[in-house]
């Protein structure tokens, strides 16, 4: 009984975990939603690939992924080229200006979870990552990272991590 007690406090807290949702919501730039910023930052993890694939990757339907795709191509964030393969499909891919935007909700990110962790230790935050990778992978989430890179710093040299990590050498002590 104790072990079905533990999993409803899980629940309780997933729930609650939409305040954490919306405060990263609240971050984005009014031109680019949360649909355009998951668009950004997966071609910028992945790189270039086809609109099924970023589909897949979105988990949403197809026309779902378009809305969001015409947004971001609208702003001239991506580019659609053909698919030398396959005339009729199209590759997408991030421009320089596609770039800075997803440098700029990077930072604007990082920021909010350096704030909002200053009191937790680097340990903790990458027990965190490793916790949290764990449940999506066990979950089947195709976004998962392979675990070798779950354990790749967020650097200059690799801009493109799945995990960027904060910046804490600015942090104040507790």
Known sequence: MAERA????LMRQF??????RRELGRILPSDC??????????????GAMRMSKLAE???VDMSVTSRHV?????????ERS???????????????????RLDELSRRTAQLLADRLTDWSDDEVGQLIRLMAR??????????AAPARLTTPHTPENPHSPHPEPDRTTRTPA
């Open 57 to 59: 990757l979105l988990a």
């Open 82 to 100: 053909a698919d030398p393969s396959d005339k009729r499909s199209r590759i997408l891919r991030l421009t320089p200006s596609g770039q800075v």
């Open 33 to 46: 939603p949360s649909g355009s910023a998951a668009v950004l930052t997966l071609l910028g993890r992945h």
């Open 70 to 78: 015409a947004h971001v191509a609208d702003r001239g964030w991506i």
């Open 135 to 144: 449940l999506r992978a066990d979950f089947g989430d195709c976004r998962t």
């Open 6 to 9: 533990q999993y409803e406090e």
């Open 15 to 20: 729930s609650a975990f939409g305040a954490v």
